[in-house]
């Protein structure tokens, strides 16, 4: 490091433990309690990264978390890397590795950088009016833009850092631990408030912790020795939490508030490991009060994005803060009193200030005159017109502002420096109140917005709220804060506080040059290199309002949400156009205040506990008998099994003739279950199903068809009558929850008098279903003592029964058209029905099929599969199931829909099956249906919803929803796909079995 | 992210609940007299209101209640929660 850009200051970092770090490859020294910014500036080293559009070289300019150059990327493993962190927010580690960014193939040359000698070639949305035309050029420019401008490489592997999620509640949250917070979390601890204080960096105290001159004074002590004592007598206050790193990100209505705490991130490597790296606070306040401060505004003038270019205020942290000297020869350009502060720090630290470049007309407030006082030169009614230096600032050009501030007179003056510091005045940070609704209202005095109208528990106190003055800030911090807690503390009553007051303001927003607008280079946003001439294009081009203008020229949109330049922005559009700033309004901030990396937002949510997994009790058979498993819902479904080297199609053909040619067993305890119990079950099953229920017998099932109440299909499933008052009802896997809460809504809200009870009882049961011409043998076998004739076990029954002695309940129930049953039993107990059903069933060749064989089967029979043949649009009667509508019924949900005069037109989209000419041909599924194969426009009328190659009867099959469909069959239709059309027949929706013999064999 | 009072459990998070739309619409007792219009009137009919309405919320991660709620849309202050089948609190 340059010995000579530091000077001896511990009271902040450590000089004496010395940091090795990597940046762009080399190796550099800092100390411990630099970030990565003032160990760069004591290396001598700005210019840091180069600019988005026009590359040009870019240095460190502010020292928090609204710099909008010095973002870089950390880290270089692919799993662990992080792009678009700010250098002034990054603490100083022992192996901290970082790279500019935005710089391609180095930050010193730069082949980007050609874009800046083209630059008037490239006005505001020059992409947007570029790239657009001819559009199918736009994959190959995307390509090259993406290379020369990306921001930043995203890590290609998994995050293998841990992030953690908190819940906090607290009385009173204090946001930011500056001098007006610690007075907030003070007075609200003091008075038995649970009170957490939260500030980003790591140390409270804000900047009136190094601010020690003889203009700010409390009690005749130093403002900073002052604030001091006042950290001490927090440590003592039981009520109060304080939390530094930890940054704001979000604030919601309620006063719920996200938080982001850093842990680890300021450890060394090796002491970062297995630790929790950030944790989100998800906080609940009853009060909260923002003392979020203000930040530096820069100018706007001509080349003002140099390196070396730097806001005044962070020039004095630098110096006061971490003892790095920006530079040996530096000048100042200010439009308000805060530069001289940085003037007579630096002349105090023995750094060279050149002079100071003031907009005003001369002023006398006891800080100029402290300044004057130790010699410092300054250029009054004076602007700087342009800038020297390439990759660093060498010199300035100054020349007196004429009367009204719109132009430069007289003879230009340079002067030679190797640091510029800027201060264009102050702005609140207000970006919390407004995320949390509030309105500002703007102060034309010193042009601001300060928080004004707020529907939530808060206030905001300090220079966030439009105080700038160390007294003023004291003072109303105090009395607000009492006002808001309701209580009375006299802590600070009677500090005697000396302020310097600025007596004079004057603001420019864009300051003239000697040169026309159109051959300058006033930048606005610097991370998005646009300038305020883009702005002024714009609205040349006729953007008006400000939201428009922000998004044409992305003025404000890069990764710093335009934190340091937005105000400039809307002084510049309100000037041009002719409005008030205050009527012009201003953009949206909208969360997180700084970039949150996903793992942070993630939390614990990662892996297998991103979203619940469930496995049926019968998983592990599934898996150790080599299952595919497909994802239902959150369920893990056998999908089917393969034998051998079989593929899908392979092992859904054998699996599909097996079942129908002896056995086949399936596990279907994924399907909805719902217990209902009550004396109106009955009733209940009436109004919620299409068909009647009166009249089911105790010991009978019955298919039953949902609707919506605007008359589409919603669910279906059967249910089992199994005493009196008690039915077991089953819906589709997917649609289980649904259904449930459903049904809960129309027991609560629409019909309180029934006594019925739900009862979710999906994960309670598991259940084994047995198939084929078989299955009754095997059946047999399982359970001896049940008597399976037709007479006693007929189709569509159920009967309790024992297997060792544990109760279970069969029933003869099929979705496949053969003799089926489905034995429900205690999950717990579910495996080893299972397996004993398995071997039972062996000496039949009993083959386990999964998901895809149980849908090819049904389709074989014309079974619906609610979600894939219908989709929200189909009434029964447009499914050809006008059977299970009850004519006897008076209501039942969606009734009055099937004959509103849209659902009882005929040509409706209506369910009907699809044969292939080819009966080798499968369609695809979702492939649309045509009557003309070269009329244009073509008319769809309606796509394919199932389709399979049937090994039982050797064709292809379909289902389909046609435009009039029921009165089409035998018609011959069109499938056009991308290669070829395929010829197809409509028909009936049965394909196998029509007489339904096989349910009986 | 809302506060939000369950009258069955007490202030829960927002997250615990879902919402159910407009509150108060009766479904209708004798769906087969009414004109198509009527009944669509009921089906697909919601007033969508920038200010104070009436709402179903369901405590859907908690007791499973449905309740009600009166809410201001434009700065989503809740005024009232109250039982389903209660008079609301406030006109
Ligand atoms: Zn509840």
């Known amino acids: 490091m340059s010995k000579d850009l530091r000077i001896i200051n511990n009271r902040f970092i450590d000089q004496t433990t010395r940091i090795s770090f990597k940046f762009d490859g080399k190796t550099l020294y800092g100390f411990k309690g630099d970030t990565l910014a003032s160990a760069l500036l004591a290396n001598n080293i700005h210019l840091v990264g180069r600019s988005f559009k026009y590359h040009r070289p870019r240095g460190i300019m502010a020292c928090g978390s609204e710099e909008p150059n010095a973002i870089v990327q950390v880290g270089n493993d692919a799993s662990m890397t992080e792009p678009n962190t700010r250098a002034t927010e990054i603490e100083l580690y022992e192996g901290l590795e970082a790279s500019s960014q935005n710089c391609w193939p180095s930050v010193n040359f730069d082949i980007g950088a050609i874009n800046n000698f083209f630059s008037p070639l490239i006005p505001a949305a020059f992409y947007y009016k570029t790239f657009m035309w001819p559009s199918n050029f736009w994959k190959l420019y995307e390509y090259f833009i993406r290379k020369s401008a990306g921001l930043g490489k995203s890590p290609t592997e998994p995050d293998k850092d841990i992030y953690d999620h908190r819940y906090l509640h607290c009385d009173v949250l204090v946001v930011g631990g500056g001098i007006s917070g610690i007075i907030a979390a003070k007075i609200a601890a003091k008075n038995n408030l649970n009170t957490l204080l939260i500030d980003d960096k790591n140390i409270l105290g804000g900047t009136t912790l190094f601010q020690e001159n003889e203009c700010f004074k409390i009690n005749n002590s130093y403002s900073n020795e002052w604030l001091k004592k006042e950290i001490e007598t927090l440590k003592s206050l039981e009520n109060l939490t304080i939390k530094t790193r930890t940054s704001l990100a979000a604030y919601h209505s309620y006063n719920y508030l996200l938080a982001r705490e850093n842990i680890t991130d300021h450890l060394d490597i090796n002491e970062k490991k297995d630790k929790i790296r950030q944790r989100l606070w998800k906080i609940r306040a009853k009060k909260v009060i923002i003392a979020t401060g203000s930040m530096e505004r820069p100018l706007i003038f001509n080349n003002n994005d140099r390196p070396g270019i730097m806001l005044s205020s962070s020039i004095k942290k630098y110096i006061d803060y971490y003892g790095v000297k920006c530079g040996q020869k530096i000048s100042l350009f200010t439009n308000n009193d805060s530069a001289y502060e940085t003037a007579i720090s630096l002349d105090n630290s023995g750094v060279n200030v050149n002079s100071v470049v003031d907009i005003r007309d001369k002023t006398n407030s006891s800080i100029v005159k402290q300044a004057e006082k130790l010699g410092i030169k300054i250029h009054w009614k004076s602007t700087i017109v342009n800038t020297n230096g390439y990759k660093k600032i060498n010199s300035i050009e100054i020349m007196k502002l004429s009367d009204d501030g719109a132009a430069v007179v007289g003879k230009k003056i340079k002067e030679q420096c190797d640091c510029l510091g800027i201060s264009g005045g102050w702005t609140p940070r207000v970006h919390l109140f407004t995320q949390s609704g509030g309105k500002l209202n703007f102060r034309d005095e010193d042009n601001v917005f300060l928080p004004g109208k707020s529907e939530l528990d808060q206030i905001s106190i300090g220079s966030c709220n439009g105080d700038f003055e160390l007294d003023e800030i004291i003072k109303n911090s105090v009395n607000s804060t009492n006002k808001f807690l309701k209580v009375n503390n006299n802590d600070y009553e009677n500090l005697e506080i000396i302020s310097s007051k600025e007596i004079h303001k004057k603001n420019i927003w864009l300051l003239p040059s000697d040169k026309p607008l159109g051959k300058t280079k006033p930048f606005l946003d610097f991370q998005n290199d646009s300038t305020a001439n883009d702005v002024k294009l714009a609205l040349r081009e006729g953007y008006k309002s400000i939201e428009h203008v922000k998004r044409y020229t992305t003025t404000g949109m890069a990764t710093d949400q335009g934190k340091l330049s937005n105000m400039h922005a809307l002084g510049i559009i309100a000037e041009t156009a002719g409005v008030k700033m205050g009527q012009l309004g201003t953009t949206t901030f909208r969360p997180p205040y700084t970039p949150l990396t996903f793992g942070t937002i993630v939390g614990r949510n990662v892996g297998e506990f991103f979203d619940i997994t469930r496995k049926t009790p019968m998983h592990e058979w599934h898996i150790k008998n080599k299952a595919v498993f497909e994802n239902v819902g959150q369920w893990k479904r056998a999908w089917y099994y393969p034998v051998d080297n079989e593929n899908m199609h392979e092992a859904v053909q054998r699996e599909s003739k097996a079942a129908r040619d002896s056995a086949g067993i399936l596990d279907a305890s994924t399907l909805g279950k719902i217990d209902i119990q009550g004396s109106d079950a009955s009733e209940f099953l009436n109004r919620v199903y299409t068909n009647a229920w009166s009249k089911l017998e105790i010991g009978k099932c019955r298919y039953g068809l949902m609707l919506n109440e605007d008359g589409m299909v919603y669910d279906d499933g059967v249910t089992t009558r199994l005493s009196e008052n008690h039915y077991l009802m089953t819906t589709t896997t997917g649609g289980a929850a649904n259904v449930l809460s459903k049904l809960e809504d129309y027991l609560q809200t629409e019909w309180p008098e029934l006594d019925v009870y739900l009862t979710s009882v999906t994960d309670h049961y598991g259940t084994v279903s047995v198939c084929g011409p078989n299955s009754k043998k095997i059946l047999s076998k399982v359970i001896p003592d049940l008597d399976l004739s037709d007479k006693e076990f007929p189709h569509m029954s159920f009967k309790n029964a024992l297997i060792d002695n544990i109760k279970c309940r069969v029933m003869r129930i099929s979705f496949t058209g053969e003799h089926s049953y489905e034995i429900n039993i205690q999950s717990s107990y579910a495996k080893s029905v299972w397996e004993k059903c398995y071997e039972a069933g062996k000496e039949f060749n009993i083959t386990p099929y999964g998901t895809e064989t149980m849908h090819l089967l049904r389709a074989e029979k014309g079974f619906i599969i609610v979600g894939q043949d219908t989709d929200g649009t189909m009434t029964p009667v447009d499914l050809q199931m006008d059977w299970i509508i009850s004519k006897k019924k008076y209501d039942f949900v969606g009734k009055r829909s099937l004959y509103r005069s849209d659902t009882i037109r005929e040509d409706r989209k209506q369910l009907v099956g699809l044969l292939t000419d080819d009966p080798k041909e499968v369609l695809e599924e979702g492939a649309q249906i045509v009557t003309e194969k070269n009329k244009q426009p073509i008319e769809m009328l309606g796509h394919v919803t199932s389709s399979y190659f049937s090994p039982n009867l050797n064709k292809s099959i379909a289902l389909a929803i046609v435009k009039n469909g029921k009165k089409m069959k035998g018609k011959k239709l069109f499938v056009p796909m991308e290669n070829k059309t395929i010829n197809v027949t409509i028909t009936d929706t049965v394909f196998l079995d029509k007489e339904n013999k096989r349910l009986n064999a | ?91």
């Open chain 2, 1 to 91: 992210m809302f506060l939000i009072n369950c009258p069955y459990c007490g202030e829960r998070d927002q997250s615990e609940f879902s919402a159910g739309g407009e509150a108060h619409i009766v479904r209708p007792k004798q769906p087969t007299e009414l004109s198509d219009d009527q009944w669509a009137e009921y089906l697909f009919m919601r007033k969508n209101i920038k200010g104070v309405q009436f709402e179903r919320w369901n405590h859907a991660h908690g007791c499973r209640k449905w309740f009600n709620m009166v809410r201001d849309t434009s700065n989503d202050k809740i005024h009232a929660v109250y039982k389903i089948g209660e008079k609301p609190p406030i006109n």
